[in-house]
């Protein structure tokens, strides 16, 4: 690998979560090199300003967006933006011939008329979205390859989805059956400030909030539906916890085969996931927590059957801010470049 050129990157958005959690990771890629660091709102100012315990490590000042002055210094563009800003500026960086990876929702969905109606964004690039390929390696792996434009997943839909999956591939579930109650650190509300996230407001708390119009439903929705090869309706409630990082999500689904056993599940599970190397699937009566996954870009899942009901629970564990995000997007990078798929990653949480 020492050998390999070193790639171009630009990173748009830089100074939120996301923006940071990619600094760190690219930094250590050893395949890329961070040469731009963009974002209007804080623009002239020192990467280090916003983030000061990277100042020896990250000199770099975050510049104007301007996709003329990015297509000329890098090959590859991470836009980690708030949602309707990527999609201002994607077309034209395509058009340059940058690869794009697009960490907010702006290109997760085919049908902007669904985009619209849970963003309440006008869109007029539809042939750009529809281009666009769903940034999950474990599912799109040959797809995201040949992929120009990735629209990267939202952190509950990863873990979600990985807890699904096999499911709906192989018709093990009855769909409609499905309900998702998940729970999720603070820091996927982001940095800026809000009431609802101060530490007196969320510390020894615990509460649902969007409860029926989470604007990750849809995108579950899709993907679920793709799967499934016909169209897919889900139940999905998400919480917030007094945590900074993390996301477990608690799956429950009526099994079309009332039969089939825990061991029989964890061996199809095991099958499905056996070329994913950010995905483990728990030995029998082992439930994943979300501390094992914190700092890394595993996914961890725990698998029961509860016989009397005839439902299988599916419990999956993520950091939302690596596999859920930042970590999600470098994978895809690593797909798309036809690198190793754990290059530059976190193969360990940080524990305990």
Same mark, same amino acid.
């Given at each position: ?152 997943? &939202?952190? *509950? $839909? ?6 699904? #999956?096999? !499911?709906?591939?192989? /018709?093990?579930? @009855? ?109 029998? &009566?082992? *439930? $994943? ?6 700092? #890394?870009? !595993?996914?961890?899942? /725990?698998?029961? @059957? ?47």
């Amino acid at each position: 690998m020492s050998n390999l050129r070193r790639v171009p990157i630009g990173i748009v958005g830089a100074s939120g979560y996301g923006g940071v959690q990619l600094v760190r990771l690219l930094m250590d890629h050893p395949a890329v090199e961070l040469v731009y660091l963009g974002g209007d709102s804080s623009a002239g100012k020192q990467f280090a300003e916003l983030y000061p315990h990277l100042a020896d490590a990250v000199t770099q000042q975050i510049k104007p967006v301007d996709p003329e002055v990015i297509a000329q210094s890098c090959e590859i563009v991470f836009l980690s933006l708030p949602n309707g800003l990527a999609c201002q500026i994607t077309p034209q960086l395509l058009e340059k011939g940058c690869k794009v990876l697009d960490l907010s929702a702006d290109y997760r969905f085919k049908d902007l008329a669904t985009y619209t109606s849970w963003y309440n964004t006008q869109r007029s690039d539809q042939a750009t979205a529809q281009a666009a390929v769903y940034g999950l390696p474990e599912l799109y792996r040959d797809r995201i390859a040949e992929a120009q434009l990735i629209g990267c997943p &939202g952190c *509950y $839909p990863t873990a979600s989805l990985l807890a699904l #999956s096999p !499911l709906l591939k192989q /018709g093990l579930i @009855v769909p409609e059956t499905a309900i998702i109650d998940a729970k999720s650190g603070t820091s996927g509300g982001g940095r800026q400030a809000k009431v609802n996230l101060l530490l007196a407001e969320a510390d020894n708390s615990l509460g649902a909030y969007n409860v029926a119009r989470h604007r990750h439903t849809p995108e579950i929705e899709q993907i679920c539906t793709d799967l499934a090869g016909h169209e897919i309706t889900v139940q999905f409630t998400p919480h917030l916890i007094p945590m900074v990082r993390g996301i477990l999500a608690t799956v429950y689904a009526t099994l079309r085969d009332p039969g089939l056993v825990r061991d029989d599940l964890i061996t199809i599970y095991k099958a499905f996931y056996r070329n994913s190397p950010w995905v483990k699937v728990c030995e029998a &009566g082992t *439930y $994943p927590q979300t501390k094992w996954a914190c700092g #890394s870009n !595993l996914c961890y899942l /725990g698998i029961e @059957v509860d016989q009397r009901t005839g439902r299988i629970i599916v419990m999956s564990a993520i950091d939302n801010l690596i596999k859920g995000q930042a970590g999600q997007a470098i994978q895809c990078l690593n797909v798309m470049m036809g690198w190793d798929e754990t290059l530059g990653l976190p193969k360990f949480g940080f524990y305990p």
